[in-house]
């Protein structure tokens, strides 16, 4: 799983259900970005993970919880194009998507107002949604299995390949 995948989905759902605004992925410069939209912006950022527990499976998998925060940057407050509209429809186009490689459907998790400036409102929306989380399986030199044999109680059977790739299969009674 790739969280910048997850966060590409959340963009580009956005993009498609809000196209009236713009949609980027929250700025590597906070504090030198300037909103250019006429009415506002959708600023997508990942928030950070909890894990859980590992699964005592024979290698590590984990949930991963993983949060996204929506930052609505409006020239408006209230009325059909203010940030508080937009943030219900935020809300109505992420509760319930389920982004590639997630096991669960987004969640709202957070709102808050983050505050005013020069007629420029913010708000913020964080929501959660579930992966797992598996380690990467370093594959350890050995044998390769070259011959399986089954038997039941009137049967045994053995499969093996040959070296030079063609399966034989013996078939003997109990």
Known sequence: MATLHIIESVVDR??????????????DKPSEYRLNH???ALLV???????????????VVQRQIITLSITVVMRLLNGSEGA???????RAVLIGFK???CRR?????????????????????????????????EVEPGALLTTITTQDEYNRNKISKMSDGT??????SV
Not at 45 to 59: K, L, P, Q
Not at 106 to 117: H, Q, R, T, Y
Request: charged fraction near 25%; avoid cysteine; proline fraction near 6%.
């Open 14 to 27: 956005l993009k498609n259900q809000i196209p009236k605004l713009a949609v980027e992925n929250f700025p």
């Open 38 to 40: 006429p009415k506002g």
């Open 45 to 59: 950022s990942y928030a950070g993970s909890r894990f859980g527990e590992t699964e005592d499976v024979g290698m």
């Open 84 to 90: 508080i509209e937009v943030l219900d429809k935020v």
């Open 99 to 101: 982004p590639p490689a």
């Open 105 to 137: 459907k987004i969640w709202a998790v957070n709102e808050k107002f983050l505050g005013e400036s020069a007629g420029i409102w913010q708000y913020a929306l964080d929501v959660n949604t579930e992966s797992i989380l598996i380690e990467a399986d």
């Open 167 to 172: 399966i034989n299969k013996e078939e003997s």
